[in-house]
């Protein structure tokens, strides 16, 4: 989608992050932004910094929890009645654990397989029929280096994050069958500094039953902590990156040039088929 201006965008997740980069960087190219997140004040921080920046912005907020279809359903049609229509979707909200898979409770896996897949699922299930009766759109799926390669400690996470790489080339195709002009495109970036490492902020009283504090995982969580924090690309630079990446109508997306390396090493070793990849060594 080449021209953005005037267009009408949705992010999940915006209250913090990449997905208030996303906010940024859209209100940059003028376009009119609906933004959602569970945590309703931050996303009106969000909201305030934009207004900031660049006046006059079009912003409509809505505190959604994108694990609820219904909830996600609702946030399209506001988007279209406020705006007449929608453009872009960033499916951006997630959230994470750290553990060896099996110390990972059953709320462990509820929770983040509801949010980082779910809430993608239903993204896709309520915006891509606007965007096919317009005749155009464009969706980006948030997954991660994670859902090529996965490192110990992240199963679930990297579960999901492979199931988001999945939906995201099943889209495409299916949209290519149907002759639609609608964009799809996949993000996957390695570590980048943001408020993922106080993730557990997120997890409802309903999956509160998070994985005993076990060595191993103190350790897997200090790893992902200082990984993280050591990250060398901005959520900025990722905005601009993936946005750039919807204007050229790129449907993988790898902010970080050294991944696509270590996805045809993983291939490599595939076809020796002895053990399994393990990016860490
Ligand atoms: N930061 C990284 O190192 C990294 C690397 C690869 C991929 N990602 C992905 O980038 C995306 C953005 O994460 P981030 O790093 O900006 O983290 P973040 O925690 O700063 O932002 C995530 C946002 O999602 C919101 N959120 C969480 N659960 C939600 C729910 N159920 N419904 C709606 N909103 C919800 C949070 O409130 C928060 O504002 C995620 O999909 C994440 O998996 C992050």
């Known amino acids: 989608m080449k021209d953005l201006n005037g267009k009408v965008c949705v992010i999940t997740g915006a209250g913090g992050g990449l997905g208030r980069e996303l906010a940024m960087a859209c209100a940059r190219r003028r376009m009119k932004l609906v933004l959602a997140d569970v945590e309703a004040g931050n996303l009106e921080t969000t909201r305030t910094l934009i207004q900031q920046e660049l006046p006059g912005t079009y912003i409509v907020t809505q505190q959604v929890d994108v694990s ?7 946030l399209a049609q506001l988007a279209v009645q406020r ?4 453009h872009l979707l960033f499916n951006n909200a997630g959230v994470g654990v750290t553990a060896p898979i099996w110390e990972n409770t059953v709320s462990d896996w509820h929770w983040v397989t509801n949010v980082n897949l779910y809430g993608v699922a239903w993204g896709v299930k309520a915006f891509t029929p606007i965007m096919l009766d317009q005749g155009e759109g464009h969706i980006v799926n948030i997954a991660s280096a994670a859902g090529w390669m996965y490192s110990a400690g992240s199963g679930i996470y990297n579960a999901t994050k492979a199931a988001v790489v999945a939906l995201s080339e099943s889209l495409a195709n299916d949209l290519k069958m149907a002759n639609s002009a609608v964009g799809v495109s996949v993000l996957s970036p390695a570590f980048f500094p943001t408020g993922i490492i106080e993730t557990e902020r997120n997890r409802p009283a309903e999956f509160a039953d998070a994985a005993a504090d076990s060595e191993m995982k103190r350790q897997y969580e200090e790893c992902v902590r200082r990984a993280v924090e050591a990250g060398k690309i901005s959520a900025r ?3 601009e990156i993936t946005l750039k990446g919807v204007e050229e109508n790129r449907f993988y997306l790898f902010p970080h040039a050294w991944v696509p390396g270590v996805i045809a090493l993983r291939s490599k070793q595939a076809q020796e088929g002895m053990t399994a990849f393990n990016p860490q060594s």
């Open 237 to 239: 630079e990722i905005a």
């Open 68 to 74: 609820k279809f219904e909830q996600v359903a609702t």
């Open 83 to 86: 705006c007449g229509g929608v």
